[in-house]
C-alpha cells in the first residue's frame, strides 16, 4: 500500500536551516509528481512547493521562494524539502503528498506529517 | 497567485441535515478544483477532484459541482463521521493554493 513517512521536523532556531524528508513506498516513486503542504497552529492548509516525476520542474508558493527548495532522490524513493531562513511564520505542521502523473492531478495520499517549530 | 474563498468558514448542522460548501476562484480555473476532508491531528483526505468526480472510498453523500470560478461541495444526509473541516484547492495553475477551510460542526 502507498505509504509517505515525513521526518526531519523539530525545534531550529531563526534564521537556521532544516531539511525535512519523506520516504515513499508502495507506489512507482519515479512516476508521480510529488508536494509539499503546511499548516501552521489552528490554521488552514498551505501549498508549498511541487517537483515533476522526474526533477526536471518545480513550482513554490510565493511565502518559500527563494527560501525552500524542493527535491527528489529517485534511487531513495525520497522527497526532500529544504529550508532556509526559516521565521517564525514557518512554524506548522508539514505534509508531503503524492500528486498524479500529470501536473493537475490532486493529492490522493498524503502522509502523517512533521512538526517545525520556529523559536529561539 | 489565485486566491481561493471559502463560505461559509464554519457551520453547525445536525446528523441527517444536507449541507453545501462553497469555494470562489478568484480568477478562471475551468474544472481544477479539488475538495480535502480533514479531521483534527489528522491529514487530509481527497473526496472530490475535477470538480465533481468522487475520489474512489469515497460516500456517494458526497457531491462536487461547479466550474470556471464558482464551485460547491454538498453533503447530502449528514453522518456523525462527516464532522470535520473541508478545504477546496485549486490545481489550474502551477501555483496551487488551498480555501481558507469550512468546519462543520455538530448542532
Known amino acids: 500500500q502507498v505509504q509517505l513517512v515525513e521526518s526531519g521536523g523539530g525545534v531550529v532556531q531563526p534564521g537556521r536551516s532544516l531539511r525535512l524528508s519523506c520516504a515513499a513506498s508502495g507506489f512507482s516513486f519515479s512516476t508521480y509528481t510529488m508536494h509539499w503542504v503546511r499548516q501552521a497552529p489552528g490554521k488552514g492548509l498551505e501549498w508549498l512547493a511541487l517537483?515533476?516525476?522526474?526533477?526536471?520542474?518545480?513550482y513554490y508558493a510565493d511565502s518559500v521562494k527563494g527560501r525552500f527548495t524542493i527535491s527528489r532522490d529517485i534511487s531513495k524513493n525520497t522527497l526532500y524539502l529544504e529550508m532556509n531562513s526559516l521565521r517564525a511564520e514557518d512554524t506548522a505542521v508539514y505534509f508531503c503528498?503524492?500528486?498524479?502523473?500529470?501536473?493537475?492531478?490532486?493529492?490522493?495520499?498524503w502522509g502523517q506529517g512533521t512538526l517545525v517549530t520556529v523559536s529561539s | 497567485d489565485i486566491q481561493m474563498t471559502q463560505s461559509p468558514s464554519s457551520l453547525s448542522a445536525s446528523v441527517g441535515d444536507r449541507v453545501t460548501v462553497t469555494c470562489r476562484a478568484s480568477q478562471y480555473i475551468s474544472f481544477y478544483l479539488n475538495w480535502y476532508q480533514q479531521k483534527p491531528g489528522k491529514a487530509p483526505k481527497l473526496l472530490i477532484y475535477g470538480a465533481s468526480s468522487l475520489q474512489s472510498g469515497v460516500p456517494s453523500r458526497f457531491s462536487g459541482s461547479g466550474s470556471g470560478t464558482d464551485f460547491t461541495l454538498t453533503i447530502s444526509s449528514l453522518q456523525p463521521e462527516d464532522f470535520a473541516t473541508y478545504h477546496c484547492?485549486?490545481?489550474?495553475?502551477?501555483?496551487?493554493?488551498f480555501g481558507q477551510g469550512t468546519r462543520v460542526e455538530i448542532k
Open positions: 517537483i515533476w516525476y522526474d526533477g526536471s520542474k518545480e
Open positions: 503528498a503524492r500528486g498524479g502523473t500529470v501536473t493537475h492531478s490532486a493529492l490522493d495520499y
Open positions: 484547492q485549486q490545481t489550474y495553475f502551477n501555483v496551487w493554493t
